[in-house]
């Protein structure tokens, strides 16, 4: 698979990357600019998502609604979203229509009109965004826990930023903003499914000249804290918790070990921490374990929603799971499911265009090169139960452990001596 794949990288910093897959009719094109929430300064938070949202409003040449009957005309699969470190941009379309798609996304990204009348109406679309997330505990309760995990750190403020940080998005500060992050050495752009790589560099040389050099962000390695956080909100019927760890970042060597130990802990309906919360106690619907990694640390977290009564029983087998996983290790039966799920997953990936175009992209932006699908799989197929042991010894010790709950608390007091996974 990997002939399939071609890497240009242009004098301007800009990288393009496609994989022609020919047996489809259609393309995954990206735009990944390596700018994100942590790249911006305290007074700008939420810049990066706010630009997100007003490259929509208008061009030099479209304008916000010519844009959206555009989209419309090519399928309406256009997505954009940010996150801590990135801000991307992803198009579905025809095959024939890839150049037409290309056209639409450079032109937003490179022309943005930024008019101010535009920008006031979506400074306020934003403010109910943080409104809505205010109005989702899920959503809620991860700003809360991530605020107070990661302390006077970038990657603790919230990635839509807050209300007072909104109000001040003008569209001269937010053109100043866009010219120094959103330039080609910030972007990487891939295409994957029915298209020509020559194709696809000479949009790019149309589109994207050489621009102002910005370097990433140099906050980096923050330190976490292991706190206890708990927010009460009487008006829900749960009470919504998270229970987490600092993890490996995303470039670890050990990912691999890592995926699996989450999978057997607490990705999936034959998980541990499914099984012995929701299934034999019906303790909780939603339960689950998972983990967020970035450039140079992660999280490793439990969530579980559950009724405020039940809540001190949902820690304590929480914890208890934590426990038996440091002493008792996995066994070889949950090691070989977890690699059959995981191996599975990526090769039924491998059918979709859009998951092979964020593969591009995750690979360029985080390890600076493609890893070919054999030597992932090869590489999950090595994991032995004793480096997942390795990385629970490691990481799941009680004087890291943090912890966040929200909702109708019942009275809920939680020591640190509760939360003892030694």
Known sequence: MVENIKTSRLSSGLTVITERMPDVRSATLGFWFKKGARDEPADLNGICHFIEHAVFKGTEKRSALEIAIETDRLGGNLDAFTSHEETAFVIKAVDKNIGQAFDLIAD????????????????????????????????????????????????GRPIEGTRRTVRTF??????????????????????????????????????????????????????????????????????????????????????????????????????????NIREKRGLAYSVGAGTDSFADCGVFSIYAGTSPEKLPEVIDLSVKEIRRLKREGVSQDELKLAKQQTTVSILLGLESSAARAEVLAHNEMTHGRQIPVEETLQRIESVRAEEIQSLADEFFQTEKIALAALGNLNGLRVKRNRLDVS
């Open 108 to 155: 937003m990204l490179v022309n943005p009109r930024f008019d101010e009348r535009e920008l006031r109406r979506e400074r306020n679309v934003i403010i109910e965004e943080i409104k809505m997330v205010e109005d989702t505990p899920e959503d809620h309760l991860t700003e809360l826990f991530m605020s107070r995990f990661f302390t006077k750190h970038p990657l």
């Open 170 to 275: 003008k569209s001269e500060i937010v053109a100043r903003f866009h010219a120094d992050n959103y330039t080609p050495e910030n972007l990487v752009i891939t295409c994957a499914g029915n298209v020509r790589h020559d194709e696809i560099v000479g949009l790019a040389e149309k589109f994207f000249a050489g621009g102002k050099r910005n370097p990433k962000s140099e906050i980096r390695n923050p330190k976490s804290t292991p706190s206890i956080l708990l927010k009460k909100k009487e008006n829900l019927e749960q009470t919504h918790l998270i229970i987490a760890f600092p993890w490996i970042s995303a470039d670890d060597e050990r990912r691999y070990a890592a995926s699996l130990l989450t999978g057997i802990f607490g990705d999936g309906n034959s998980s541990r921490l499914w099984q």
